[in-house]
């Protein structure tokens, strides 16, 4: 029987890596009017009205989020003064969802990149060991890194010392049967990795090597995720997202054809090593 050969890829997503098509990637594509009717984006920010391009005052804030009552005129500025106005508010309430560790800087710095990247991808070393400490510290049934592990125990022909291509789709089975890689955890809630990725767009996942001696495999998996840093439709009409001046002010920087600042790929890597042996009782 044939061994498999290396690098193999073991699993893509059905969506695709560097897809600018995606609704979460439009911009500056909508008016004031339909902000206003069909979003409910009256009132976006304490600081400024994007709409008047005009300072707010303590006095300019409504009652609710949802009121339209006449406000006050403040001092007119620049639609450039107002986007830096914006950006700097967006910074500042991105805060509550990044209150500590190592990944709670990087949701400034996306921002950051939205305004000055002109659409860029975005890649940081942070968000590369974000994605192994996840991938390496989930010890769930579902977790990517055991099923490849305990596929490759099942799978091996020990005596010849090497994995059968015609059991490669077995990979990729058990992968899609548990969950990828996702920081939708409780503490991404507040760690900074559910606010700048959480749910991902597109994955793939090649084992680069595989070693089999002594009834023991080391096999080394190469993992590319990659996610969009933007918001589609879907987002900005839940109530969860909408009642945060964060989001509101996010979806018009983006979606407003005064402004149409870029959405980005937020793309992610890492390596892992994994390894088990043939008589290893399965965890």
């Known amino acids: 029987m044939a061994a498999l050969q290396f690098p193999s890829t073991l699993f893509k997503t059905q969506k695709w890596m560097d897809d600018y098509s995606a609704s979460d990637m439009r911009c500056g594509d909508l008016t004031e009017a339909q902000l206003k009717s069909h979003y409910r984006l009256d009132y976006i920010s304490d600081r400024v009205d994007p709409y008047t391009l005009t300072r707010r005052s303590s006095m300019d804030r409504p009652q609710s ?109 058990n992968i899609l049967e548990g969950k990828l890689p996702k920081f939708d955890r409780f503490q991404d809630n507040f760690n900074g990795m559910g606010i700048t990725v959480h749910d991902t767009w597109a994955t793939h996942i090649t084992m680069k090597s595989l070693h089999v001696d002594n009834d023991r495999f080391q096999a080394v998996v190469h993992f590319k995720v990659q996610d969009h840093f933007g918001l589609d439709n879907d987002d ?34 890492t390596t892992v090593e994994i390894t088990g042996g043939r008589n290893d009782s399965k965890k």
């Open 65 to 173: 989020m949802f009121c339209c009552n006449l406000r006050s005129q403040g001092e007119k500025i620049t639609r450039q003064q107002c986007a830096i106005i914006l950006f700097d508010e967006f910074r500042s309430l991105s805060r509550k969802f990044s209150l500590y560790g190592p990944y709670s800087h990087l949701i400034e710095k996306m921002i950051t990149h939205m305004q000055n990247g002109n659409g860029t991808p975005f890649r940081d070393v942070s968000l590369d060991r974000a994605l192994k400490d996840h991938i390496l510290n989930d010890s769930t049934k579902n977790s990517t890194v055991l099923r490849i592990r305990d596929t490759l125990k099942k799978y091996i022909i020990w005596e010849d010392k090497k994995y059968p291509k015609n059991y490669k789709d077995e990979l990729r089975k």
């Open 236 to 269: 900005i009409l839940k109530t969860k997202f909408s009642q945060f001046h964060f989001f509101r002010i996010w979806f018009v920087l983006q979606r407003y054809n005064q402004f149409g600042f870029k959405p980005f790929l937020t793309n992610m890597e």
